[in-house]
């Protein structure tokens, strides 16, 4: 069973930025599709960005297009979610997740999820 284990989250101002990492067990990274999903308090959990397993193909939320970049190092095992121009509102517990495609995880399909990492933006 593959790990996910994230990191990189923490407190940040308003107009800041943030990475996050994740980092997968197993041989097959590249196998898979990758990506974030955010749960903010009392709120459902919510996409936020997929990579495809060889990185050809992304996709981003609305509230997220422009200001965040997901990308992946298969070699290392390893996808990132480069998070700029940060507002309160991106606060939330972000999750790192695998799939059998990135259209499938924006559709919320996901295989296993990581533990999260907590994003906090202060205004």
């Known amino acids: 069973q593959v790990q996910l284990v994230e990191s990189g989250g923490g407190l940040v101002q308003a107009g800041g930025s943030l990475r996050l990492s994740c980092a997968a067990s197993?041989?097959?990274?590249?196998?898979?599709?990758m990506g974030w999903f955010r749960q903010a308090p009392g709120k459902e959990r919510e996409f936020v960005a997929a990579v495809s397993g060889s990185a050809s193909s992304t996709y981003y939320a609305d509230s997220v297009k422009g200001r965040f970049t997901i990308s992946r190092t298969n070699a290392k095992n390893t996808v990132y979610l480069q998070m700029n121009s940060l507002k309160p509102e991106d606060t939330a517990v972000y999750y790192c997740?695998?799939?059998?495609?990135?259209?499938?995880?924006?559709?919320?399909?996901?295989?296993?999820w990581g533990q999260g990492t907590q994003v906090t933006v202060s205004s």
């Open positions: 997740a695998r799939g059998t495609g990135a259209l499938n995880l924006r559709r919320g399909v996901v295989g296993s």
């Open positions: 197993g041989r097959t990274f590249s196998d898979y599709a």
